[in-house]
């Protein structure tokens, strides 16, 4: 996995904890089932940060070149 594939997959799983964070509080507001939207929320703001960690340790694509 390169620096820039750990970083578009953090952007998507930020992205899906957005979407279920707005979930959630349209259920809190409608009477929903808000604390299924938040768990499965947290979850992928946790592969977001678990991505973003694994990018800050990968070389840059140019570093990468520079090594061979």
Avoid: C, N
């Avoid at 970083?7 to 409608?30: F, V």
Wanted: glycine share 6%; net charge negative.
């Amino acid at each position: 996995m390169t620096r820039e594939q750990a970083l578009q997959e953090a952007i998507e799983a930020a992205a899906s904890a957005g979407k279920l964070a707005a979930d959630a509080e349209r259920a809190a507001h409608h009477g929903g089932d808000a604390a299924r939207f938040a768990v499965a929320g947290a979850v992928w703001a946790d592969t977001a940060r678990s991505y973003t960690a694994l990018a800050a340790v990968l070389p840059d694509a140019d570093d990468a070149a520079e090594v061979v």
